[in-house]
Each structure stands twice: as C-alpha cells, then as structure tokens.
C-alpha cells in the first residue's frame, strides 16, 4: 500500500472510531458496490432535478438516503441543505463523507464545486462514481439572476441574491464555467447536457441507469424514471428547483450588446459543447 493510501486509510479510520465507537455489521443488500455516488450539477442546470432521479435510482437499487447517513452519522454540519450538497471539497468534508462508505454504504451526494485532488484520487479508485449536469451557461445565467431578484423581492438570502447586476452575474458564472470544464475533462464521469435531459429524457435516463449499473427496463428503475419525467415532475416537489427551465430564453431576456458579451465570455466553451453563438 502507497504511503498516500495509507495516510488517507489512517485519518479515515481515526475520524471512524473518534466519532462511532461502535460499528455495527454493514447490512447493505445494495447491487452497487459501497461507494459515493457524486452528482455534481452547474448551477440551474437542473442539479436538483438531477440529483433526485439519481438518488432514487440508487435507493431503488438498496442503498441508502443520504439523508439518514447525515443524520446517523451526524453529518448535519458537511452535507447540508435538502439535497445534502457538501460545499466545497475540502479534505475534512471528503474524509468525514467518506468514512460512512468505509462502512460498506452506498449514498449519493450533491455539489456544485469543483474537484480536489483528494476527491479525483479517490474517483480513479473508484471510491466515488462521479456524474455532471451543465446547460448553456448563458440561460444558467439568466435563471441565477432572476432567482436572486425573486430571493430579494422576498427579503430572504440565497446563492444567488447578491447578483445584482449583469457584471456581478457575469462573473459568478465564469467560475462555474471553469468548473465545468474541469468536471467534463474527468473520464471518469458520466456528463448529462441539462437540454437533451429536457428534450430527449428517456434516453439520458436510461444512460444514467446503465452507468450505474442497473437495468432500467426493470420496473423498479422504470417507476423512478417515470416519477422525474421532464412533464411530469412537480416543480413543488421539495428539492427540484424547477422555474421556467426553457432553452434559449436569454435570446428574449438579454439585450444584443450583453449576449455579445456572453459569446465573447464563453465562446470557447460554448464552441466546444456545440452551442449556438
């Protein structure tokens, strides 16, 4: 064992006994072997939306909610919000998460941030099965900032209620696009386009299904794959965060001069993934 593995073995272990002095058998009948489930998403390219139809494949498949390994393995404080996103891959908040599938569990987890070396090391191990949601980052734009104005209207806070203007949302949007690409150079990763999710989902369903590992012609998988159906998912449905989620729309919302500067911002990107400029 390399001295890296072994010094990621030992903290790993150390955090396991300072925090659950007794463990108990791993009585998981999951199919999947006991690993991180990742679902990272850009910001309002559906990651919600997303991240439940994966986390309820994975349920489906007889592992567990990751909202009862936050809560058994008090967790509150790393994964956080509906969706149990982690924030930021620091190495306390991936060996913290890490240790209940030491255990033998197999969960599935939110982010938005980019990877770490620890989180890619343990990807190539295959401790950590990584997927990645992105959308045209100029309608992912639009939708961040007509959140926060909705969030300020409401005199609460969110992600987004600081982009007050073009500019500010300009640069938020540049970072999750330089994310972005780091998660799409990842070969380890399944990456979804938030529109072919929208316009041809049983397709990128069923692709989803089989990087997992799991049949979904079979009707357990079939059931879940139906319940997220694009027309059919409640955009009430507690961590969904569904709102317009139309393609194109910053063509109408946005004046000439600011999608040429959202075409000069991302044109490399936007060229790469095959979107229109």
């Known amino acids: 064992m390399s001295p890296l593995r072994l010094r990621e073995k030992s903290t790993a272990l150390i955090i396991i006994r300072a925090r659950y002095p007794v463990v108990a058998k791993n009585e998981s009948t999951c199919i999947i072997g ?7 998403g850009m910001p309002r390219a559906g990651s919600g939306w997303f991240y439940n139809l994966t986390n309820d494949l994975v349920l489906a498949s007889g592992a567990q909610d990751a909202r009862q390994i936050r809560k058994r393995f008090r967790l509150q404080n790393i994964l ?4 149990c996103n982690i924030g930021a891959f620091t190495l306390r908040r991936t060996l913290a998460v890490w240790a209940p599938s030491l255990l033998g569990n197999t969960f599935v987890i939110k982010a938005h941030a980019g990877p770490t070396p620890i989180v890619l090391n343990l ?3 295959g401790a950590i099965l990584p997927t990645y949601i992105y959308r045209d980052p100029r309608d992912a734009m639009l939708s961040a900032m007509e959140n926060g104005q909705r969030a ?3 005199g609460r806070e969110n992600a987004f209620s600081s982009l007050t203007d073009f500019e500010t949302a300009l640069e938020f949007m540049r970072s999750y696009v330089a994310i972005s690409t780091a998660w799409l150079e990842c070969p380890q990763s399944l990456s979804v386009r938030y529109e072919s999710l929208l316009s041809d989902y049983d397709a990128q369903a069923s692709k989803l299904a ?5 049949d979904p012609q079979q009707p357990a998988y079939a059931q879940v794959i139906e319940r997220y159906r694009p027309e059919v998912a409640s955009s009430d449905q507690k961590g969904l965060h569904f709102s317009h989620g139309k393609i194109g729309r910053f063509r109408h919302k946005m004046s000439p001069e600011q999608q040429a500067t959202l075409s000069q911002a991302f044109g490399p990107y936007l060229q790469r993934l095959g979107y229109e400029d």
């Open 34 to 40: 006991a690993m991180i489930i990742l679902s990272i």
């Open 80 to 83: 956080t919000e509906v969706n």
């Open 123 to 125: 990807i190539r191990r």
């Open 152 to 154: 300020r209207q409401q």
């Open 210 to 214: 089989h990087f997992l590992q799991l």
